[in-house]
């Protein structure tokens, strides 16, 4: 990408105004800063400076929605890790507990009733998979930044790991992902428990699932558990920050 190559000339050739107005809300913290000075913060530094990356995902109407939305990848969870997933299906999720823990001042334990009673967001917006289909449906569900405000992010916390309750593949790999807190805190990231104004079906990821706009499609992770803050995500499974990203070789940042 000649961004990356010829970064320098790019950014002579950028005047100085643009490049401080990009700096206020991309210092927002020294979390935010500690990411860009990682090997992954050379790409999203790039992007950076062609997209805002605070800048909404595009919204629909109603009039949009897809008559039919795949559902893809793991439509249930019931592998051995998942079997407490098939119980609390059954008992429509009564017993449903999102944990929210590693680098925050007060871990939660969220109910589905104590999720909806938060504030929520509604967005109808369009699901761009890296296999090559597209989707467009409504989501509402709790923004992850009310969530993350709630428990209170340590100042060493630069990501949020997304655990599921699935497992993918022969070898029975746990299904996770992970954001930096720009996407964390977009105003269009949210944990999403309706879909098309219903309750989200198992096959699209019930109870739980992330909506992140701005990112493709393996990056919404589906059934979620449990959101851990961490300072890296090496130690974590394969150490590449998602599924995907461990078996797959995808992209860790995969901003649309
Ligand atoms: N837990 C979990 N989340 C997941 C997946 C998965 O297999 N398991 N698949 C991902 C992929 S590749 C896509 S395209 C979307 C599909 O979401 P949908 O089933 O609602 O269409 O979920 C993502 N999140
Ligand atoms: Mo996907």
Same mark, same amino acid.
């Given at each position: 990408?000649?961004?990356?190559? $010829?970064?320098?000339?790019?950014?002579?050739?950028?005047?100085?105004?643009?490049?401080?107005?990009?700096?206020?809300?991309?210092?927002?913290?020294?979390?935010?800063? $500690?990411?860009?000075?990682?090997?992954?913060?050379?790409?999203?530094?790039?992007?950076?400076?062609?997209?805002?990356?605070?800048?909404?995902?595009?919204?629909?109407?109603?009039?949009?929605?897809?008559?039919?939305?795949?559902?893809?990848?793991?439509?249930?969870?019931?592998?051995?890790?998942?079997?407490?997933?098939?119980?609390?299906?059954?008992?429509?999720?009564?017993?449903?507990?999102?944990?929210?823990?590693?680098?925050?001042?007060?871990?939660?334990?969220?109910?589905?009733?104590?999720?909806?009673?938060?504030?929520?967001?509604?967005? +109808?917006?369009?699901?761009?998979?890296?296999?090559?289909?597209?989707?467009?449906?409504?989501?509402?569900?709790?923004?992850?930044?009310?969530?993350?405000?709630?428990?209170?992010?340590?100042?060493?916390?630069?990501? +949020?790991?997304?655990?599921?309750?699935?497992?993918?593949?022969?070898?029975?790999?746990?299904?996770?992902?992970?954001?930096?807190? +720009?996407?964390?805190?977009?105003?269009?990231?949210?944990?999403?428990?309706?879909? $098309?104004?219903?309750?989200?079906?198992?096959?699209?990821?019930?109870?739980?699932?992330?909506?992140?706009?701005?990112?493709?499609?393996?990056?919404?992770?589906?059934?979620?558990?449990?959101?851990?803050?961490?300072?890296?995500?090496?130690? +974590?499974?394969?150490?590449?920050?998602?599924?995907?990203?461990?078996?797959?070789?995808?992209?860790?940042?995969?901003?649309?």
């Amino acid at each position: 990408m000649a961004i990356i190559t $010829n970064r320098r000339k790019l950014i002579a050739g950028l005047g100085s105004s643009m490049l401080l107005a990009g700096c206020d809300s991309w210092s927002r913290s020294d979390r935010v800063k $500690n990411v860009l000075a990682s090997a992954e913060g050379l790409t999203m530094r790039a992007q950076r400076l062609i997209t805002d990356r605070n800048a909404l995902a595009r919204e629909f109407t109603l009039a949009d929605l897809s008559p039919r939305f795949r559902a893809n990848g793991s439509r249930t969870a019931e592998t051995a890790q998942g079997a407490d997933y098939q119980t609390m299906l059954a008992n429509n999720f009564a017993d449903y507990r999102l944990q929210v823990d590693g680098l925050v001042r007060r871990p939660l334990s969220l109910s589905l009733a104590d999720l909806r009673a938060m504030p929520s967001r509604t967005q +109808i917006t369009r699901h761009d998979c890296v296999e090559g289909w597209s989707a467009i449906g409504q989501w509402t569900g709790t923004p992850l930044s009310r969530i993350l405000d709630l428990a209170g992010l340590r100042d060493s916390a630069n990501y +949020i790991v997304f655990h599921c309750a699935d497992t993918l593949g022969r070898a029975n790999r746990p299904y996770y992902e992970s954001i930096d807190l +720009i996407d964390a805190f977009h105003p269009q990231t949210i944990l999403a428990y309706d879909m $098309n104004g219903e309750q989200l079906p198992e096959r699209h990821g019930a109870p739980l699932r992330a909506r992140i706009e701005r990112q493709l499609g393996y990056k919404h992770a589906k059934f979620v558990m449990r959101l851990e803050a961490v300072e890296s995500f090496d130690a +974590i499974h394969g150490g590449k920050g998602g599924y995907w990203e461990d078996v797959g070789n995808y992209a860790w940042y995969a901003g649309i």
